[in-house]
């Protein structure tokens, strides 16, 4: 198994920037594919940037495009979502997620999930 820990969230002025990180231990990290997905109340979660296994190519929603960016470290077991110039709409419980080998990143595809890390940003 492979357990996933989500950090770096918190209380930001719009137009500010947050980097979360999201720790795994408990398989090769390289091996993973890679995503950050999103949950703001009431609402369903979705998708916002991943990172594939191989190539590290990246993807993002078109919501985030500019203003986030994703990247990993595998040699130390994480991956990071960069995000400036936030937005209120940003407001969300962060997640990520990954999978063992490739991707095509449907939420519901995911086999591990880390437990959220909140991110409020404030008009």
């Known amino acids: 198994q492979v357990q996933l820990v989500e950090s770096g969230g918190g209380l930001v002025q719009a137009g500010g920037s947050l980097r979360l990180s999201c720790a795994a231990s408990?398989?090769?990290?390289?091996?993973?594919?890679v995503g950050w997905f999103r949950q703001a109340p009431g609402s369903e979660r979705e998708f916002v940037a991943t990172?594939?296994?191989?190539?590290?190519?990246?993807n993002y929603a078109e919501s985030v495009k500019g203003r986030f960016t994703i990247s990993r470290d595998n040699a130390k077991n994480a991956v990071y979502l960069q995000m400036n110039s936030l937005k209120p709409e940003d407001t969300a419980n962060y997640y990520c997620?990954?999978?063992?080998?490739?991707?095509?990143?449907?939420?519901?595809?995911?086999?591990?999930w880390g437990q959220g890390t909140q991110v409020t940003v404030s008009s």
């Open positions: 997620a990954a999978r063992t080998g490739s991707w095509g990143f449907p939420p519901q595809e995911a086999h591990y």
């Open positions: 990172i594939t296994r191989l190539t590290g190519s990246r």
């Open positions: 408990g398989r090769t990290f390289s091996s993973l594919s």
